[in-house]
Every structure is written in C-alpha cells, then in structure tokens.
Antibody, heavy 123, light 110 residues
Framework: EVQLVQSGAEVKKPGESLKISCKGF????????IAWVRQMPGKGLEWMGI????????RYSPSFQGQVTISADMSISTAYLQWSSLKASDTAMYYC????????????????WGQGTLVTVSS | QSALTQPASVSGSPGQSITISCTGT?????????VSWYQQHPGKAPKVMIY???QRPSGVSNRFSGSKSGNTASLTISGLQAEDEADYYC??????????FGGGTKLTVL
C-alpha cells in the first residue's frame, strides 16, 4: 500500500526553528514529486511547493518562496518542510502529498496525502 | 496566483444531484485540462475524487463526475448520500510547475 506518514504535532514559540517530515512507503520514493500544502485553522488548502527527491529539483509557490525550505533525502524516503524563524501566523496543519502525472514536467494531481502535521506557534 | 473561486456552501437532499463550480482564469483552469477535485472530511486528509478534469481514480464512486467550460470547472455528485457530506476543493495546474486551490465548498446533505 502506498502511503505517506508525517511526523507528529509540534508546539513552538515565535522565532524558533522547525523541520517536519514526510516518509513514503510502498513505492519508489525518488521517482515521484512530493508537494506540501498548508491548511490554516478553519480555512482552505494552499499549495506551498513541490520537490523531486531524485534530484532535489524544487518549485515554490510565490506566496511561500523565502518563507519555508523544502528538502528531501531519498536514501531514507523522506521529504521535509522547515522554518528558520516561526511566526504565530505559521500555525496550521501541513500536508504532504505525492504528485501523479509526469516527472520531467509535473502538472498532475496529488494522491495519496499524508495524515497531516499540526504546527502550533504560540508564546 | 489567486485562489480559484468556489461557492462557500451547497446543500442537497439524499438522492438529489448537486454541482460545485470552480472559477479560475485563462492562466489556470482555462489554459489546461488539469483540474483535480479533493474531498475532505472533518479532521481527515484530502482525498482525490477527480483528476484531469473528468477522470475518476479507481475506487471512487461513479456518482462523482467532473467537467469544464472555459475558465470554470465543475464537480457533480449524483444520488447524494450522507457520507458525501464534506468539504470539496478544486485544484488547477497554473503553469511553471505550480498549482492553485479553490477556497473550498462545504457540502451539507439535508
């Protein structure tokens, strides 16, 4: 069974750093793009960026460029999303999702999704 | 990139059909036949219901169908069931390996 398993919930203070993870099982992790999606409390989904673990090619949404860093380690089938200095407005659920529909020029859909990692930033 | 426009809520009775619209621009929905739809139950991760505008993944009921006209994509659910009550999000490829989601629609089964 193909699945993405994300790291557990985090509670942080403003200004702290954080790295959350997304580990793939049941498929060739290095051969599929992985996307990150934010969902703020009570709000909709926002596409943040996407990485190809095979060569760490990364594309960011203009809204998130410079705000977060996406990375991956294909040797352990894991993608990461990290912040260097968290803000209260980073409080949200973060999902990773496998991209389906092309490697050289990704333009498809997302399936499956991880279970989500809740990040709470509060002083 | 602005979010795609969806109605905040729709409702229908069991057995009825409903349609959720998703309006974008000529840079996203109108330029590609690459809209996908996701169902999200409370406290759960999203699940793909439609991809490439009208294709259903294996295991998704044929009560779900998708279409597109110009800059607007639509998701239709026929024979509404209680289990269909959820939030639904459209998502379109927007060029340059970027995507944009809709604001989401809450479906209530009366």
């Amino acid at each position: 069974e193909v699945q993405l398993v994300q790291s557990g919930a985090e509670v942080k203070k403003p200004g702290e750093s954080l790295k959350i993870s997304c580990k793939g099982f049941g498929y060739s992790f290095s051969s599929y793009w992985i996307a990150w999606v934010r969902q703020m409390p009570g709000k909709g989904l926002e596409w943040m960026g996407i990485i190809y673990p095979g060569d760490s090619d990364i594309r960011y949404s203009p809204s998130f460029q410079g705000q977060v860093t996406i990375s991956a380690d294909m040797s352990i089938s894991t993608a990461y999303l990290q912040w260097s200095s968290l803000k209260a407005s980073d409080t949200a659920m973060y999902y990773c999702a496998r991209h389906i529909g092309g490697v050289a020029a990704p333009r498809g859909w997302f399936d499956p999704w991880g279970q989500g990692t809740l990040v709470t930033v509060s002083s | 990139q602005s979010a795609l426009t969806q109605p905040a809520s729709v409702s229908g009775s069991p057995g009825q059909s409903i349609t959720i619209s998703c309006t974008g621009t000529s840079s996203d929905v109108g330029n590609y036949n690459l809209v996908s739809w996701y169902q999200q139950h409370p406290g759960k991760a999203p699940k793909v219901m439609i991809y490439e505008g009208s294709q259903r993944p294996s295991g998704v009921s044929n009560r779900f169908s998708g279409s597109k006209s110009g800059n607007t994509a639509s998701l239709t659910i026929s024979g509404l069931q209680a289990e269909d009550e959820a939030d639904y999000y459209c998502c379109s490829y927007a060029g340059g390996s970027t995507w944009v989601f809709g604001g989401g629609t809450k479906l209530t089964v009366l």
